[in-house]
C-alpha cells in the first residue's frame, strides 16, 4: 500500500474494525477502548496518515507536539519534586518554544517495557522525551528495536542502543574529588545512591580520582544516600555517631549536599573548616545556601534544547545521537576554596 494514498478505510482494514470505528479512535472518543485505539494510531503512524488533523487542535502555530514522560525513579515517589529536574523540564519546554511545538507532561510513571511501550502507543504526541532512565535500561533498549520516536535524559551506558543526553557524570566526580584532595583533605566521602546509573558514574569518577591523587579508597566512606535533604541528612547523622572520621563530602547531588551541611552543623561541625562539601547539579537555592554550596553544574539549558532539537530533527529524517554535555565546578564557600 503507498502511504501516500493511505486513507481511512485502509486504516479500518487494517486494523478490522470499520470505518466509524477507525474515526472515532483517531477523534480519541472514549466509546473506543485502549487496546484499539493503540492499534489503530500505531497503524496511522506507520503509514503515515495525517490524522492529527482529526485531534483536538493545540495552540495556534504548533509545529509539533513532544510527550515529557517521567519514570518512577528507585525509593522515590518522583522526581519532579527535585528542583534539579524542574530546571531541566524548563529547559525542555524553552527548547520546545524555540522550535515552535507544544509539550505535554503525561500522567504515566512507567516501571517497566509494558509501561514503556504503552507511554509511545498511547500519546498522540510526535515524540517523547523520557526523563530518566530509573531501572527501565533494559527495556529502552528493547523498545528501541520497534520504536525511534523517543530519546532519554540520563547516563551512557555500555550497551545501550537508544539515544541518550547527559552529562559527562564520570568528569564531573573525578573533578569534584580532585578538587577536595588539592585543598588537602585525606578521607573524602562520597555521599549518594549508586543503583542510579548516573550516580555509579560520578562514583567511578571519585574513586579513579582518589587513586590519582594517591588517596586509598574506603569502603566505609561510600555512603548510600536517596535525592533528598532527609536521607542524607540521616546517613551523615549515623556516620558521626558510629565516630566515622571524614575530612570532605562528595554529594551525588546539590539537595543530598544541603542534607549532609544540615546534619554536620547540627553536630557543631564547622563548613568548611572541618569538613570541605561539593554538591552536584548547581541548582538555583546553591548559591545561596548558607555556606554557598560549592557544585558541579550541569547545563540545563543546554540539555532541554538538545532532547528536543535530536527528536525533532531525526523525525525529518536525521540520525539520533547520543551525547554528553561538560560539566563544570563552581567553587563557592562550601569547600574552603
Avoid at 125 to 154: P, T
Avoid at 245 to 256: C, E, K, R
Avoid at 269 to 281: C, L
Wanted: net charge neutral; with cysteine; hydrophobic share 40%.
Amino acid at each position: 500500500m503507498s502511504r501516500r494514498s493511505t486513507r481511512l478505510e485502509d486504516i479500518a482494514a487494517l486494523a478490522g474494525v470499520s470505518i466509524s470505528t477507525a474515526s472515532r479512535a483517531l477523534n480519541d472518543s472514549p466509546a473506543v477502548n485502549a487496546r484499539t485505539k493503540q492499534l489503530i494510531w500505531k497503524l496511522a503512524r506507520e503509514h503515515d496518515y495525517p490524522f492529527r488533523r482529526y485531534m483536538p487542535a493545540g495552540p495556534i502555530g504548533a509545529t509539533g507536539t513532544i510527550a515529557l514522560v517521567v519514570p518512577r525513579p528507585q525509593g522515590r515517589e518522583s522526581q519532579l519534586d527535585d528542583p534539579f529536574f524542574l530546571e531541566l523540564v524548563a529547559g525542555i519546554s524553552d527548547g520546545a518554544r524555540e522550535r515552535g511545538c507544544d509539550l505535554l507532561i503525561s500522567h504515566l510513571a512507567p516501571t517497566s517495557f509494558d509501561d514503556i511501550s504503552a507511554a509511545m502507543t498511547t500519546s498522540r504526541a510526535d515524540g517523547v522525551i523520557f526523563l530518566g532512565q530509573s531501572s527501565l535500561h533494559n527495556a529502552l533498549n528493547r523498545l528501541a528495536g520497534s520504536e525511534a520516536r523517543f530519546i532519554v535524559w540520563g547516563a551512557q551506558l555500555p550497551d545501550q542502543v537508544y539515544p541518550s543526553i547527559g552529562s559527562d557524570n564520570l568528569l564531573g566526580g573525578r573533578r569534584a574529588t580532585l578538587h577536595l584532595a588539592r585543598l588537602g583533605r585525606r578521607r573524602i566521602l562520597f555521599l549518594g545512591d549508586t543503583e542510579a546509573p548516573e550516580v555509579t558514574q560520578r562514583a567511578r569518577g571519585y574513586a579513579e580520582a582518589l587513586e590519582q591523587a594517591g588517596l586509598p579508597l574506603d569502603p566505609e566512606l561510600m555512603v548510600p544516600a536517596h535525592f533528598t535533604v532527609e536521607s542524607a541528612e540521616a546517613s551523615v547523622d549515623a556516620l558521626i555517631a558510629r565516630g566515622t572520621s571524614f575530612d570532605g563530602i562528595v554529594a551525588a547531588s546539590d539537595l543530598i549536599a544541603l542534607g549532609a551541611i544540615r546534619s554536620l552543623l547540627n553536630a557543631g561541625r564547622s563548613v568548611p573548616d572541618d569538613v570541605s562539601v561539593i554538591g552536584y547539579d548547581d541548582v538555583p537555592f546553591a548559591r545561596y545556601s548558607r555556606p554557598a554550596l560549592t557544585t558541579i553544574m550541569q547545563d540545563t539549558a543546554r540539555a532541554g534544547r538538545l532532547l528536543v532539537s535530536k527528536l525533532i530533527d531525526a523525525a525529518g529524517g536525521g540520525e539520533m545521537r547520543s551525547e554528553r554535555i561538560a560539566t563544570e565546578l563552581i567553587v563557592r564557600g562550601s569547600c574552603g576554596g
